[in-house]
């Protein structure tokens, strides 16, 4: 094949070798038959960012969601606490009781606020005491939302003052001009998973089966939330089809 045949099919190749053969993988052993905290601040946050990550491991482990905001700033918090559940439903946590939404008037829904780390290690250890694992946001917060970079500071105060191993995995956030890839961002993904040395990366791939699982989180449970300019985002984004995280490495 010479390259221009293959810069020509390669657009319409990968979409199709995606959809006709990929099939879900299971989750490596440490992420199976774990107790799991998925920390988020705001409800949609699971659906929008976390979903490849959530679909994975929910059929694999106990996945409970703590949620740190009613996303309260339009004023539907307790619209928007019902939502999440029903997303959260949809993405395979196993019963209601597995999301937790905290409102907590020092923790706002705000693009200018960060949120205090001690609070945030304060609910996860009243929520996430019995966890194996926190995952996360990571220091880009995928939109550099400081409330999303808030979380892993919370997270890492928690980790770090509990006698018993407690792993910590972050979102990783990628470059702007990768978020609206989708699943073309899946071939960059392994390529920086693969050259990321000192860190263990996990990689989870959704089906396009399963995106379209998300996609109904976001049209059928955030119905508050759905606008025009959110199609651009469950329509392209990788965030929808591909999730690496990191784990962090607090001991050294
Ligand atoms: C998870 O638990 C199931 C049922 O107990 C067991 O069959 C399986 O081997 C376990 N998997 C791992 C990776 O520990």
Redesign the pocket.
């Known amino acids: 094949m010479s390259w221009t045949t293959f810069a020509l099919t390669f657009p319409i190749l990968l979409p199709l070798l995606w959809i006709c053969l990929y099939s879900p993988q299971r989750p490596p052993?440490v992420l199976?038959?774990k107790t799991i905290t998925l920390l988020i601040a705001h409800p949609d946050d699971e659906a929008m960012f976390f979903s490849p990550t959530l679909l994975a491991l929910a059929p694999?482990n106990k996945v409970q969601v703590l949620c740190l905001s009613t996303g309260n700033a339009d004023g539907l918090g307790e619209i928007r606490k019902g939502e999440l559940v029903s997303s959260c439903r949809e993405l395979g946590v196993a019963s209601d009781d597995d999301v937790v939404v905290i409102d907590d008037a020092g923790m706002p829904d705000s693009m200018t606020r960060t949120w205090p780390a001690s609070k945030i290690a304060q609910y996860l250890e009243r929520y996430a005491a019995d966890s194996d694992a926190i995952l996360t946001f990571d220091e880009g917060g995928v939109s550099s939302h400081p409330n999303h970079i808030s979380l892993l500071h919370g997270a890492r105060e928690f980790v770090a003052g509990k006698k018993t191993i407690k792993k910590l995995y972050k979102l990783t956030s990628v470059p702007i001009l990768r978020k609206y890839l989708s699943v073309f961002d899946v071939p960059l993904t392994f390529r920086a998973a693969a050259r990321s040395e000192s860190e263990k990366a996990f990689v989870f791939v959704s089906s396009s089966k399963q995106v379209r699982t998300a996609q109904r989180a976001m049209t059928d449970s955030h119905v508050s939330q759905m606008r025009w300019f959110r199609w651009g985002w469950i329509g392209l984004s990788r965030y929808m089809v591909v999730n690496d995280l990191v784990e962090e490495n607090l001991r050294g």
Do not use: I, Q, R, V
Request: aromatic share 0%.
């Open positions: 052993a199976t038959n694999h």
